[in-house]
């Protein structure tokens, strides 16, 4: 189970297992290509340099100038294209039906070498230097020094150490050299943050004295040595440095260096953790006493339900679920209530995205794999399942912590994860109701109220520009659904595009069959987060959606919907029954029988239902 899992949505899944017909490319050292485990001979040293300059630009197309560049410099023969071909062509041939058709294609101008992760030492190191920074921003110390140290130890020598005689190729490893020693000093920090200063210095000693003039590796190895209780040594790398970049570049020592050296002569220096980890034992598991977004300066609105939240959390139940439409706010709710309760959680506040940015579900190996990381479980979790989820809930149970599960796609994902007893809370957001989870907190989060709505309006495009036109900004709001996504988008628009006008823009959104594309300011678009939540849905939900999105209004009577639907009123009710539970239909009128209920799907979801509606020929209903 404890593969690479996700690190907060950093790192894929990678099995350790070796795939019978695995290709394994390595460029980090020498150059080698496995298959099924055995080495390939890679051929003549020309082929050698097509295939490792390839190699140093996985998935992107390296044109054929750029290669004949590499294969023979400034004087190419005549017959340099006809060969870089032959080249090509016997790489295909050699690397055979492992490979693919796809893996070495022609493209454009060049040539494409597609691999993965899970192939490249190459992309393997990028992706581990990614996740391993991420950790230890998230405060998951312990995490990041593993995922780091693994990258350092995927090389065996300078990039394409047997190539080197090849300019470009000498260009590229100086380039991926400075990568990797920036590595090693994220790994140092991260290290030295865990009290394991020793350690530290014995592995930085040979790259200190390779690369002797980088301050920050010599930082790393003054405080890794002082805190070893060899201050002497410590200050003799500060007066190497100094007398280096004098002698060669008549540079002083940098002042962040030059405070460091003078906080160890005055014996003012960070001494570390105070309990060091003995060397060869086991860390004891940490808990990272926040990993969360920042809670928005901007929040707007919600005090009942926030009060609601917190007196659930952390009352009785302990577990409460927070449910409603795409773009409500639940995310946003729930990180704001997190941050009220420090106190009430010592041990931890922990949020985990549930699904991928593609709106897919999250396997539970790779959710479980990432809470056991990141509160430094791994080193004794099962690999069976169960027994994971059983340790994770034995280990909740004895303290006082918040989890944040974060857009659950159903009841069997997160069920695992809940603990069984003690004085830890969870709460989960999702677009469902999630009814099979039995007796737990539950509450719906709909739309704004529309003085809510106009005051975040206010409050990202400007009180006074709001205050001086406020019937024009209630408009606005009401167009938009009351939703806050889509409030919070407009206005950030609005706070760009000061020359627009809100009567301007509120006639842009009155009726307008293109109010979707109008909602994307930045990174912020409403339509991307439709088009993932709406791929999360069951294939029956959106075939009824889609014909509900043909209905001119999104609110309508059951007799409208057998229309829409082609369905009776039975087969109808248990359509709009399930779409209910999924958390994408409301009934704004309560509880009246079915004949007098009015049924409301958001104004956004219509939108995006009646363009998917008429993309294509709607798919038949089973109900």
């Known amino acids: 189970m404890l593969d690479h899992a996700e690190m907060m949505h950093t790192l894929p899944s990678h099995s350790h297992a070796m795939d019978p ?72 041939k050699l690397l055979g039906a492992a490979a693919g058709p796809d893996r070495l294609v022609h493209h454009g101008t060049g040539y494409v070498l597609r691999t993965t992760a899970h192939e490249s030492d190459l992309l393997r190191f990028d992706e581990l230097a990614r996740a391993g920074r991420r950790a230890a921003r998230l405060g998951a110390g312990a995490h990041a020094a593993r995922l780091l140290r693994e990258a350092l130890d995927l090389w065996t020598g300078p990039l394409l150490a047997d190539l080197g005689h090849c300019e470009l190729v000498r260009s590229e490893a100086h380039r991926r050299a400075a990568r990797r020693l920036a590595v090693y000093e994220d790994w140092a920090e991260a290290e030295l943050e865990l009290g394991r200063a020793p350690a530290v210095a014995e592995g930085l000693s040979e790259v200190l004295a390779a690369h002797p003039m980088r ?15 060899r201050q002497s040594e410590a200050l003799g790398v500060y007066d190497d440095l100094r007398q280096l970049l004098a002698r060669q570049l008549g540079l002083q020592v940098g002042p962040a260096l030059e405070t460091l050296y003078r906080s160890m002569l005055d014996g003012r220096a960070d001494p570390g953790p105070r309990r060091p980890a003995p060397e060869g034992a086991a860390p004891r598991p940490a808990v990272p006493r926040t990993v969360l977004p920042a809670d928005l300066p901007d929040f707007t609105g919600r005090r009942d339900l926030t009060q609601e939240l917190v007196a659930a959390l952390t009352g009785p139940a302990r577990t409460a679920v927070l449910s409603g439409t795409v773009g409500a706010g639940k995310t946003t709710l729930a990180v704001h209530v997190a941050h009220r309760l420090p106190h009430e959680f010592p041990d931890g506040r922990l949020i985990v995205k549930m699904t991928r940015e593609d709106g897919a579900p999250r396997h539970p190996c790779s959710v479980l794999a990432e809470l056991c990381r990141i509160t430094g479980l791994s080193g004794a979790v099962p690999e069976d399942e169960e027994e994971a989820a059983a340790l994770w809930r034995s280990w909740l149970a004895s303290r006082r912590l918040l989890l944040l599960l974060d857009d659950a796609p159903d009841e069997g994902s997160i069920r695992h994860l809940l603990p069984g007893a003690g004085a830890s809370a969870v709460l989960v957001t999702s677009r469902s109701r999630l009814v099979g989870l039995g007796p737990v907190h539950r509450l719906e989060l709909g739309p704004y109220a529309l003085g809510e709505a106009v005051e975040l309006l206010g409050r990202i495009a400007g009180p006074a520009r709001v205050a001086a036109d406020r019937g024009v900004a209630e408009r606005i709001a009401t167009s938009l659904g009351l939703l806050p996504l889509a409030i919070r988008v407009s206005g950030s628009k609005l706070a760009v595009l000061r020359q627009l006008s809100l009567t301007e823009y509120a006639a842009r959104l009155d009726g307008s069959p293109a109010l979707l594309d109008e909602l994307a300011a930045g990174d912020l678009a409403v339509r991307a987060r439709l088009a993932g939540w709406w ?39 248990r359509v709009l029954e399930s779409l209910i539970e999924l958390g994408v239909l409301g009934c704004p009128l309560g509880e009246v029988c079915a004949h007098t209920a009015l049924y409301e799907v958001p104004l956004l979801v219509h939108l995006y239902a009646r363009e998917q509606s008429e993309a294509g020929t709607p798919t038949p209903l089973d109900p």
């Open 21 to 92: 017909a695995a290709v394994r490319f390595r460029v980090l050292g020498e150059l080698s290509v496995e298959v099924a485990g055995r080495p390939l001979p890679l051929g003549p040293i020309k082929q050698r340099l097509v295939l490792g300059v390839l190699l140093c630009h996985p998935n992107t197309t390296v044109s054929t100038d750029l290669l004949t560049e590499a294969v023979w410099g400034d004087e190419p023969p005549r017959s340099a294209r006809k060969n870089l071909q032959a080249y090509v062509s016997a790489l295909r």
């Open 215 to 229: 301050e920050r590796l010599c930082a790393a190895q003054m405080t890794a040595l002082y805190r070893s209780g």
């Open 535 to 573: 791929s999360g849905l069951p294939e029956a939900a959106r075939a009824a959606l889609r014909r509900l999105g043909r209905l001119p209004v999104p609110l309508f009577t059951l007799a409208e919907a057998m229309s829409a639907l082609g369905c009776g009123e039975q087969a109808s009710l």
